[in-house]
């Protein structure tokens, strides 16, 4: 529980630019949670890919994201599949693979769609119409 409470605050935090905090609690989160908790380890993941993005570490943010797509494959909550999938869309985007960043947000638009997820179907539509133009 806790562990997955870190990963999630530390996604939180990214958003409000608070890296330090961010990459904190996503190694807490990893350190916390145990190798069968996936959906925590995505979001620790995620949250460390994009403080990483934003720290122009480019290629250890696309690996981070790529793992946290990895293991979200092997979950079946189509939220977290969604924001692992979106998550990756805005590091392809800041590494320059615009191709790469819009079929992520369509496939994060998917997952949201299917799971019923109004919000995160608006984000992950909004992302794509962006990275086509």
């Not at 380890?41 to 570490?57: G, I, K, M, N, T």
């Not at 790469?100 to 638009?109: S, W």
Request: net charge negative; hydrophobic share 45%.
């Amino acid at each position: 529980m806790a562990s997955s409470t870190a990963a999630l605050l530390s996604r939180s935090l990214v958003a409000l630019g608070r890296l330090d905090e961010s990459e904190r609690l996503s190694a807490l989160a990893l350190e916390w949670s145990g190798p069968d908790d996936i959906v925590t380890q995505a979001y620790a993941r995620s949250a460390r890919a994009l403080v990483l993005l934003a720290r122009d570490s480019a290629d250890e943010a696309r690996r981070e994201a790529e793992l946290a797509v990895e293991l979200s494959s092997a979950s079946d909550f189509s939220s977290q599949r969604g924001d692992a999938f979106l998550d990756l869309a805005a590091v392809l985007q800041g590494c320059g693979e615009e191709r790469g960043a819009r079929h992520a947000a369509d496939e994060a638009l998917a997952y949201y769609i299917a799971k019923g997820n109004v919000i995160g179907s608006k984000r992950a539509a909004e992302f794509a119409a962006r990275a086509a133009r």
